[in-house]
């Protein structure tokens, strides 16, 4: 049988790190940390080398398109196909940012919709059976839907296409642009709303690969990994690193035929958020 492979997204710190660091204690396979920054993958993958792992590293800036094609080339030709996706890359304004808020939301989104959309569509056809993906999104997608106005996270919540969804992050952004998006019914957090994006997408794309129906049991879900203390959140979150891959970690371990497919999962429960 052909060697399992495992990708994480911004495996080079923070929660991705310890993503990649337990599925090379518990995936079956060959787990590729992936970073932008070479230098800074290739440190991460000897820290984890020096606790007696095996982590292979591979470049990838996922807002770089032909970064994320070398990288599919590399593990079709090598692999034959992908088993676990782990989409954790995601980046965030501090609060107290003086950046404008139309180039927070076009920024934002960029990387933590478009471009793991992006990388999410350019790996989907390379799945094999039985593959697991996980979004790394944040209980913020949830918030930020309920802080919408009423209209508008009803119209987000009945949305059942990529590009209609895809429409709405658009329109967000030309929205700010405008200074009209409080206006236009968005919620003033363009972190929130790129979440928003990346748990709507998921059970699109889930239902994308049972229509298409040729590769049985690939499952997709979200996740929210906890308040981590990472770069992120200023170290400030109250969880550890590795606390925050517990989640990642389970759903791209979900065995064979799991019902959870498709979900919004935080501590390992499914979230009804619709
Ligand atoms: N920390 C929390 O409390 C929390 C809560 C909810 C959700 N999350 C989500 O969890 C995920 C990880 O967050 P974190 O707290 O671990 O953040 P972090 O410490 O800031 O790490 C983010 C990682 O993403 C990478 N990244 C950013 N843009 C990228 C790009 N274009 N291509 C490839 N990699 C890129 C970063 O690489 P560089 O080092 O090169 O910048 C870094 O490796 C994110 O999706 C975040 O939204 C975090």
Same mark, same amino acid.
């Given at each position: 049988?052909?060697?399992?492979?495992?990708?994480?997204? +911004?495996?080079?710190? +923070?929660?991705?790190?310890? @993503?990649?660091?337990?599925?090379?204690?518990?995936?079956?396979?060959?787990?590729?940390?992936?970073?932008?920054?070479?230098?800074?993958?290739?440190?991460?993958?000897?820290?984890?080398?020096?606790?007696?792992?095996?982590?292979?590293?591979?470049?990838?800036?996922?807002?770089?398109?032909?970064?994320?094609?070398?990288?599919?080339?590399?593990?079709?030709?090598?692999?034959? +196909?992908?088993?676990?996706?782990?989409?954790?890359?995601?980046?965030?304004?501090?609060?107290?940012?003086?950046?404008?808020?139309?180039?927070?939301?076009?920024?934002?989104?960029?990387?933590?919709?478009?471009?793991?959309?992006?990388?999410?569509?350019?790996?989907?056809?390379?799945?094999?059976?039985?593959?697991?993906?996980?979004?790394?999104?944040?209980?913020?997608?949830?918030?930020?839907? !309920?802080?919408?106005?009423?209209?508008?996270?009803?119209?987000?919540?009945?949305?059942?296409?990529?590009?209609?969804?895809?429409?709405?992050?658009?329109?967000?952004?030309?929205?700010?642009?405008?200074?009209?998006?409080?206006?236009?019914?968005?919620?003033?957090?363009?972190?929130?709303?790129?979440? @928003?994006?990346?748990?709507?997408?998921?059970? @699109?794309?889930?239902?994308?690969?049972?229509?298409?129906?040729?590769?049985?049991?690939?499952?997709?879900?979200?996740?929210?990994?906890?308040?981590?203390?990472?770069?992120?959140?200023?170290?400030?979150?109250?969880?550890?690193?590795?606390?925050?891959?517990?989640?990642?970690?389970?759903?791209?371990?979900?065995?064979? !035929?799991?019902? @959870?497919? +498709?979900?919004?999962?935080?501590?390992?429960?499914?979230?009804?958020?619709?």
């Amino acid at each position: 049988m052909s060697t399992r492979v495992a990708i994480v997204t +911004g495996g080079n710190k +923070g929660v991705g790190f310890a @993503i990649a660091k337990s599925l090379c204690r518990k995936f079956d396979g060959d787990v590729y940390l992936t970073a932008r920054d070479e230098s800074r993958g290739k440190q991460a993958v000897s820290e984890l080398e020096k606790e007696g792992l095996k982590p292979l590293y591979h470049q990838l800036d996922i807002c770089n398109a032909e970064s994320r094609d070398t990288l599919a080339k590399f593990i079709k030709e090598k692999y034959g +196909g992908l088993d676990v996706l782990v989409n954790n890359a995601g980046i965030a304004y501090k609060l107290n940012s003086n950046a404008p808020f139309s180039e927070q939301a076009e920024v934002t989104l960029e990387t933590n919709y478009f471009a793991t959309l992006a990388f999410c569509q350019t790996m989907l056809p390379l799945l094999k059976p039985g593959a697991r993906v996980v979004n790394v999104s944040s209980r913020v997608s949830t918030s930020a839907l !309920n802080a919408s106005s009423a209209e508008l996270s009803g119209r987000l919540k009945s949305i059942s296409s990529i590009e209609e969804l895809t429409c709405y992050m658009r329109k967000f952004i030309e929205d700010s642009k405008a200074g009209s998006h409080t206006e236009a019914g968005w919620p003033q957090t363009a972190y929130g709303v790129s979440k @928003i994006g990346v748990t709507l997408m998921t059970p @699109i794309l889930q239902k994308q690969l049972e229509e298409d129906g040729t590769r049985p049991d690939i499952v997709i879900n979200s996740c929210c990994p906890g308040y981590i203390a990472t770069e992120m959140t200023s170290f400030k979150g109250t969880k550890t690193i590795d606390e925050g891959a517990d989640t990642p970690v389970y759903l791209a371990l979900l065995p064979p !035929n799991t019902d @959870i497919k +498709g979900e919004f999962v935080t501590e390992r429960k499914v979230q009804k958020y619709k």
